[in-house]
């Protein structure tokens, strides 16, 4: 390890990896997160391997596939015999700080039977220390930040929640739609400003050096809704226009997953598209709002980086930032994260790391397709600590250098299970068992392929048809490369079948997993 390394590991919630502005984006200013990828590497196509959250955390902090952590549903618990980043973190001697959440519900197996973590989704994962808790309105962990509002003179409803609620009659509403109104609160007592200012006295006053500080930021993520003036920065004339089929019906008539979704999913997190079918300004508007949810993010981001500057602290810190999962913001007429089209799970990666890597790859934007997966190997490797052999991912340091291995992979893969455990909605739609509510999917540069486990499959020629709307896997003329997909997919679900008391080779050194 070296010792003069500290570690700020950042996720935000459900921001897409198309959203930023070094990238391109014709409307979204993200200026500090285009400032850190110049002085660090930003990896363009950069995928999650499932959703949602819990899921999809499980992943990032195990280096696993979903298919062999098992946490395959938010509540779902995590096996307590896998190892994270923050146990591994603590092998070298940091005490890894917390300031948000996880989504980690805990093993019963090893927990006592009236321990109340047996009852609660949102536990923190072994080995950090929960500096501050999650500060989402609806959960119990937003206490701290609800209290701060108090103490300066906001009025707290009784349920934590409403605190999201828009400014009643806000001026411009009715004529820009409903996600345009501003919150009570003002901007620099949002909760992402609150997790924020926590995180710099974190940074700046540690318990001990070199310090590992994860900070999960809600936003983001539903509702949608943000203080002024990130409010009013983008107008919906000027978003880009919507990635999908020509109406609803028309999306629905794809796939019977794609049905299900239609029907179920749309109004948990927004507008409800089953009574507003066709309400172009309103969509509009609540994906400005979404880029101005962003650009709050990066403004405080930015005030974090300055804090590190200001405390010489940044030139030893290791900053990596990434997210969850995407959000469809109305492509392919969803809302949310549960779908297999990339809005969904295609996400930013950002990792700045000091010493020689700030000097050689400084600047540099990554082609080659990268998993969430790799982030926990790859900090390991910057810290000079071993990857455990659970590690599905791979380390990112050579593209940090400016190399890229031959032997790296040339696809990328995502599994979503969509079991309904309370209710059990696609069960009864679709007539499936609870084990057949999953699909797989496989994409490399031409084709993505959809696997579902009692569905008809799908096959998109994304090289052609970037927006997915053409499934080719009934065409005749296809069948020999659904064919060839599914067993590429067989086969990498072969290769990485859990492995930690398998994988050891001839000479008992860690075998690289081979893409």
């Not at 923050?86 to 959440?101: C, D, H, T, V």
């Amino acid at each position: 390890m070296t010792k003069s390394i500290n570690v700020l590991f950042i996720t935000v919630d459900q921001w897409r990896a198309d959203c930023l502005s070094t990238l391109g984006h014709p409307v979204l200013k993200t200026p500090h997160l285009d400032a850190l990828a110049a002085d660090g590497v930003l990896f363009r196509n950069h995928y999650a391997q499932c959703v949602p959250c819990g899921p999809s955390r499980a992943s990032l902090l195990t280096g696993m596939y979903m298919m062999n952590h098992r946490s395959v549903r938010n509540g779902t618990p995590l096996d307590a015999r896998f190892t994270n980043i923050g146990l591994e973190a603590r092998k070298l001697g940091y005490e890894p700080g917390l300031i948000g959440y996880t989504d980690t519900t805990y093993d019963p197996r090893v927990l006592p039977e009236r321990d109340p973590s047996r009852e609660r989704y949102g536990n923190v994962m072994p080995g950090f220390v929960q500096l501050v808790p999650g500060s989402e309105g609806g959960q119990s962990g937003a206490a701290p930040w609800l209290r701060d509002l108090a103490t300066k003179g906001y009025e707290i409803p009784g349920r934590g929640r409403t605190i999201y609620d828009p400014v009643p009659d806000y001026p411009g509403t009715e004529e820009r739609g409903s996600t345009y109104a501003p919150p009570i609160f003002r901007a620099e007592d949002s909760d992402t400003a609150f997790m924020a200012d926590r995180s710099i006295e974190a940074m700046t006053m540690p318990t001990r050096s070199p310090w590992f500080l994860h900070l999960s930021l809600l936003r983001p993520h539903p509702p949608f809704i943000v203080p002024e003036p990130y409010n009013a920065m983008y107008h919906p004339d000027e978003v880009p226009g919507f990635r999908r089929a020509s109406t609803p019906e028309a999306e629905a008539e794809s796939h019977p997953y794609a049905a299900y979704m239609l029907r179920h999913h749309l109004g948990r997190e927004g507008l409800d598209l089953r009574t507003h079918p066709n309400d172009e300004p309103a969509m509009r508007q609540l994906r400005a709002t979404y880029y101005g949810m962003m650009s709050e993010v990066d403004h405080n981001i930015g005030r974090m980086i300055a804090s590190l500057k200001a405390s010489d602290e940044y030139d030893n810190t290791m900053i990596v930032l990434t997210s969850d999962h995407g959000e469809q913001l109305w492509d392919h007429w969803m809302l949310g994260k549960e779908s297999h089209f990339d809005q969904s799970v295609q996400i930013p990666l950002i990792i700045r790391a000091p010493g020689s890597f700030s000097k050689e790859g400084r600047g540099r934007v990554v082609e080659a397709f990268t998993e969430n997966i790799d982030v926990m190997p790859t900090i390991l490797d910057i810290l000079g600590c071993e990857v455990p052999l659970q590690c599905d991912g791979r380390s990112l340091t050579p593209f940090l250098t400016g190399d890229e291995p031959d032997d790296w992979r040339k696809e990328v893969h995502w599994e979503i299970d969509f079991r309904d455990v309370l209710n059990g909605k696609p069960e009864k739609e679709m007539g499936l068992r609870l084990d057949a509510c999953s699909l797989c999917v496989l994409r490399d540069r031409r084709y993505k392929y959809v696997h579902f486990t009692d569905l008809p499959p799908l096959l998109y020629e994304i090289s052609a048809d970037p927006n997915e709307l053409t499934n080719l896997a009934g065409d005749p003329d296809h069948a020999g490369v659904v064919a060839e997909y599914a067993q590429k997919m067989l086969s990498w679900r072969m290769v990485h079948e859990e492995r930690t008391l398998t994988g050891i080779s001839k000479d008992f050194e860690r075998p690289r997993a081979q893409r």
